[in-house]
């Protein structure tokens, strides 16, 4: 059993959109002496710039505006008598995560990119070096070619450190997917994604790309019950590496789905 309390603040200033809010909870309520009394602190800062409404020029060229701050605090009040704990059982971590964005919008174009570093503070004794720190680049477009046809390409790359070790591990993210309303009650669509994990070494590393191709349409003669079919194609290839260990292993599976949908209500 623990207690939870939090305080959530919103305004608006001139435009710009601001929400901060902060969070607590704590169990132990009887304050057993043998138990472990683990605290939660929690605070966060939000801040949304609209430019365009702002500078009150309306412009798609100017972008909406995000910034996020999160900081949370995990421990262990003191440390318990007659339970055996010592001092290195006791946990004691700060999480730290930081985001900001910014968002385009065109008549056939949308554009976003995102950015957010995390931090993983260890306090705990004998465990001070097992610290990360991680980084996020997201890019997004998504194109409206015309009015039955849509398409979207996105881009990540993030970067995880591992203090303690002195380790680095890089992950390349990139996709993409298109689709085409062929006739007015069908259509066909295809998404591709593919995600490879290196570390600074090349000495080991893991992968996964993934295609998904779909068609689905109404069923002749059945309108009336609203009878839709599909047809989806699913191909999947992951692998992984170790040098260290000779290690290295690749897998492949592909499926075909048929479905049938009726609305009788």
Request: charged share 25%.
């Amino acid at each position: 059993m623990c207690i939870r309390d939090s305080v959530d603040l919103q305004a608006d200033v001139a435009g710009i959109g601001l929400q901060a809010n902060w969070g607590g909870s704590r169990n132990n309520l009887d304050d057993v002496g043998s138990i472990l009394t683990a605290k939660t602190r929690r605070r966060g800062v939000t801040v949304r710039v609209p430019l365009a409404r702002i500078l009150e020029k309306p412009s798609s060229w100017m972008p909406e505006l995000d910034a996020t701050v999160d900081r949370t605090h995990q421990f262990g009040a003191g440390t318990p008598q007659d339970g055996g704990f010592e001092p290195s059982h006791i946990p004691d971590q700060i999480s730290l995560d930081q985001s900001a964005s910014a968002q385009w919008r065109f008549e056939k174009l949308g554009l976003s990119y995102r950015w957010n570093r995390s931090e993983q503070d260890n306090r705990q004794v004998g465990r001070e070096a097992a610290d990360f720190v991680g980084i996020r680049h997201t890019l997004d477009v998504q194109v409206t070619a015309w009015s039955r046809v849509q398409a979207g390409v996105d881009v990540g790359l993030e970067l995880m450190s591992d203090l303690g070790q002195e380790t680095r591990d890089e992950t390349i993210r990139y996709g993409f997917n298109v689709s085409w309303q062929v006739f007015d009650r069908s259509a066909l669509s295809l998404r591709f994604s593919d995600t490879t994990t290196e570390d600074d070494a090349a000495s080991r590393g893991r992968g996964n790309s993934s295609i998904d191709a779909q068609w689905s349409s109404v069923l002749p003669y059945l309108e009336r019950l609203e009878g839709q079919y599909f047809l989806r194609y699913t191909r999947n290839v992951s692998d992984s590496f170790d040098t260290t260990f000779d290690f290295a292993d690749e897998r492949r599976s592909w499926w075909l789905d048929l479905g049938l949908n009726f609305t009788f209500f």
